[in-house]
């Protein structure tokens, strides 16, 4: 394989930053963004300054927890109608430099520029002219990492934050990632690491060093991948942005649970993210997915076709809740995902429209306050202090979620049951996922 130049950028204290940014009273202070603001009991910590890291404030601590800390913060909502924007205008210069973007979230993007050379110079400079450019144009900082892997240069982009710029040359990713706590592995988690503490693994380095034969046998297959990624070796290329061919989300708990309810909430948590993508790029999805991951990184899937296409929670949440239920029983469950696929334009008129039309008329209601104050504003009851993490972000790379609002309203009938056919035989697949570090 030919050597590649990798960018990982990623945006400082994002929602923080662009809070500080249009408001300059607030430069230099602690500043926290979070829930509906400081009257938020219940709320969580999305962003942290880094004035407020200072007093161990970070995102995903409880408000209450975050006040604790530093009661003189100044403790703001979420908006997310102007971190969006923030994040269209930073990609839109990261696609200056090459058209190998690849969005991972709303504040960070891969970026393969091996082809760019010659137009802007070399993996470091381009990095040097982002970093300018966004600070020019979108008034924020970002931190990038240069290897040749996504893997490293992921871990780079982190290390020196904020402002960083991090350079693994080529050849020298085992020895860039050797000294590090194997917790910054992408792919290791709390338990992961706690497992290879046994083997007295405390730094990658650590990991790569272990005999492959040793890791696979403890790890199973996905063992191998893991003293591969030690080594800096991560073949995963930089995708760019096909058209959407499904919306989904994706959950690890902090621990294992086999609690109903909670994997319930879940679930119904994912389904309204989903369905709440669909709608504002007026699209329905005929089928539903589920992934579940059990505590031996065991993953199966379930896939089940509509009997009539939808862009609704609900039928959402039970047709995943249906194909869930039977398969979660007794596990310990690590990860679930909700997907929705087999997406089609949503007809412009319906002949059944008058059916249920205050329904919708509330879906969209609930949606456009989303839009205007922000993910989070409307959410149901049955989710409200569940703990989960703050409310799912939509997916920049996914085009979907670029697609224009506007769009005419119909209506439907939410079909309260959806009996559909099963159409896709289980998958087991070892894996671990990237998402873990
Ligand atoms: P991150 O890039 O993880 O964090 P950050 O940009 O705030 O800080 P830094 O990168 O400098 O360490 O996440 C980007 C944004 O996503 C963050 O500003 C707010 C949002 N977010 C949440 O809403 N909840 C979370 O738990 C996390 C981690 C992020
Ligand atoms: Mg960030
Ligand atoms: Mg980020």
Redesign the pocket.
């Known amino acids: 394989m030919t050597n590649r130049t990798i960018l990982h950028v ?8 662009v809070e500080q940014r249009d408001r300059p009273e607030l430069r230099g202070r602690p500043v926290v ?2 829930g509906a603001g400081s009257e938020d009991a219940r709320g ?5 300054s ?1 004035e407020a890291r200072r007093f161990g404030i970070h ?2 601590m409880s408000l209450r927890e975050a006040y604790r800390r530093c009661p003189d913060a100044v403790f703001l909502p ?1 908006d997310g109608r102007r ?1 969006q924007q923030a994040s269209r205008d930073v990609m839109a210069i990261l696609r200056r430099f090459t058209p190998l973007v690849e969005p991972i ?4 993007a891969f970026l393969d520029v091996s082809a760019s050379a010659a137009l802007f110079g070399d993996g470091p400079t381009i990095a040097r002219r982002i970093k300018t450019e966004v600070r020019e144009e979108v008034g924020l900082t970002a ?1 990038v990492g240069v290897a040749g892997t996504k893997l490293v240069a992921k871990i780079a982009s ?1 290390l020196r ?2 402002d960083g710029l991090v350079v693994v040359s080529w050849g020298e990713e085992a020895a860039f990632l050797g000294p590090l706590p194997i917790g910054r592995l992408w792919g290791v988690g709390e338990k992961t690491a706690a497992a290879l503490a046994e083997y007295s693994v405390r730094t990658i380095g650590d990991l790569a060093a272990l005999p492959p034969d040793l890791v696979v046998r403890r790890f199973g297959k996905h063992g191998a991948s893991l003293v591969e990624r030690a080594r800096g070796l991560d073949p995963d290329p930089v995708h760019d942005g096909d058209p959407a061919k499904s919306v989904g989300h994706e959950h690890t708990f902090d621990v294992d649970t086999s609690d109903m309810e909670v994997i319930e909430r879940t679930l119904l948590g994912m389904a309204e993210g989903v369905a709440g993508r669909l709608r504002p790029a007026g699209v329905r999805a005929g089928t539903v997915t589920v992934k579940i991951r059990d505590d031996s990184f065991r993953t199966i899937t379930r896939q089940r076709t509509l009997t009539e296409p939808t862009d609704l929670t609900d039928p959402i949440y039970s047709t995943a809740l249906a194909l869930a239920r039977p398969e979660v029983r007794g596990m310990r469950v690590r990860l679930l995902g909700v997907t929705a696929s087999n997406l089609g334009e949503r007809e412009q008129l319906s002949l059944f429209d008058a059916t249920e039309p205050r329904h919708r008329r509330a879906v969209e209601a609930a949606d456009s306050l989303r839009r205007r104050y922000g993910e989070g504003t409307v959410t149901r009851g049955r989710l409200l202090g569940a703990g989960l ?3 799912f ?1 939509r997916d920049p790379r996914n085009p979907l979620d670029r697609r224009s609002r506007g769009v005419p309203v119909d209506s439907d009938e939410p079909p309260a049951d959806q009996p559909g056919r099963d159409t896709q035989a289980d998958t087991e697949v070892d894996e671990i996922p990237p998402d873990e570090a």
């Open positions: 990623d945006l400082d204290a994002f929602f923080a930053a963004v979070g969580v910590v999305s962003a942290a880094y995102s995903a979420v971190y979230s709303i504040d960070e931190s982190d934050k904020p993490p703050a409310p972000e």
